[in-house]
């Protein structure tokens, strides 16, 4: 059954593009894709090497350091398989991160991920999707850095993206709002718990980056009518979950990858104005054809440009639409990553 938004659902939409395009202009090229090339210079890699240095004793600058990774499936690299089914990559933003490390700065550093794919911030606390020794990631994470004090350069973290999932998939449109919403507190808490736990177990100067995300349902703007109002919907309350977690993350002096501007989530364009300007929101956001339209279409956002460029959300099936970064995606994430290491703290 084809779903439909109701009037209220449409006027919010078009209300809530103006917060949105307004972060557009906070998170502008700056955060993206194409500020990457002056941050490569001698000044900032020589920041990446002190702020790895940070944490480590004499022994582990030159010797054998780690990297912790933590998180959900973007942790760990998932992508979908040639049958639809998702798989674990080696070619993940952590294993991608973990070679530009070791390439520029610590060639003797070892990943070590925990990450879970599915994982919330509540299951990360106490368990429940993926079997660990120690109960949870974020036991099994504690137990890790209290036992490796001195010799775990990195900590990197990206959870709070499944929490709330259940409120969109499947959903009647005009509860996925008011269901959002009200879960965005308890997020904030368990991050803040998380981040707390885990600040005390690695030792004030061990460097901890926590990572934005980007917003898969983007890509539903090519379905339609409804798809189009989705996508405008969560990509404004997306905008500030994820100010919510940078937030969280700096509270506990770690530094934030930008992967949100990264992927230009916040970047409708000058369509997305035209529509916010068009009156009452009755009207559907994006036309009133109702066709899908292709990414390469100049009508597409450039923000629902980058997630069908960076995810599976626009592929055909078997594959697509699948959520998950593909390649190219996580390589943009890595470089956020990067970028915010060496950024000043």
């Known amino acids: 059954m084809r779903m439909r938004l109701r009037s209220a659902a449409a ?42 240095h940070a944490g480590l ?7 054998t350091s780690y990297y912790l990774s933590l998180g959900d499936s973007l942790s760990q690299g998932i992508q979908p398989g040639p049958n639809g089914e998702n798989v674990a ?22 990943l070590v991920k925990l990450g879970c794919s599915g994982e919330t911030t509540a299951t990360m606390m106490h368990g429940g999707i ?6 949870s990631q974020l036991d099994q994470a504690i137990k890790f850095l209290r036992s490796h004090r001195g010799r775990t350069a990195l900590v990197t973290i990206d959870i709070g993206g499944n929490d ?13 709002l008011p269901c959002i919403f009200s879960r965005i507190p308890g997020i904030a808490r368990n991050v803040g718990a998380i981040m707390a736990k885990l600040r005390s177990a690695a030792g004030r100067r061990v460097l901890i980056v926590g990572m934005t995300y980007y ?47 990264a992927f230009r989530t916040s970047d409708f364009g000058a369509l997305a104005k035209r529509n916010a300007q068009q009156g009452n929101g009755a009207a559907p956001v994006g036309g009133t054809d109702g066709k899908a339209q292709s990414a390469s279409s100049k009508s597409v956002p450039p923000n629902v440009a980058a997630i069908c460029a960076l995810t599976w959300m626009c592929a055909e099936a078997p594959r697509g639409p699948n959520e998950h970064a593909n390649d190219a995606g996580y390589r943009v994430i890595a470089r956020a990553f990067w970028r915010a290491i060496g950024a000043a703290s």
């Open 215 to 261: 917003v898969p349902e983007l890509g539903l703007w090519r379905t339609g009518r409804t798809g189009r109002q989705l996508a405008v919907l969560t990509g404004a309350v997306a905008a500030g979950a994820n100010q919510m977690l940078a937030k969280g993350y700096r509270r506990y002096n770690a530094r934030v990858a930008n992967v949100f501007g």
């Open 164 to 176: 709330p999932n259940s409120c969109v998939l499947g959903a009647k449109p005009a509860e996925i």
């Open 57 to 63: 004793n004499r022994r582990a600058v030159t010797g």
């Open 130 to 135: 993926c079997p660990y020794p120690a109960g």
């Open 89 to 110: 990559t080696s070619r993940g933003y952590a294993d991608r991160l973990a070679t530009m490390l070791r390439r520029r700065e610590l060639p003797h550093l070892r």
């Open 11 to 52: 006027r919010l939409a078009a209300a809530l593009l103006a917060p949105a395009l307004t972060l557009a202009g906070c998170s502008g090229s700056g955060s993206g894709q194409a500020s990457s090339g002056h941050r490569d210079g001698p000044q900032h890699a020589g920041a990446v090497l002190a702020a790895l």
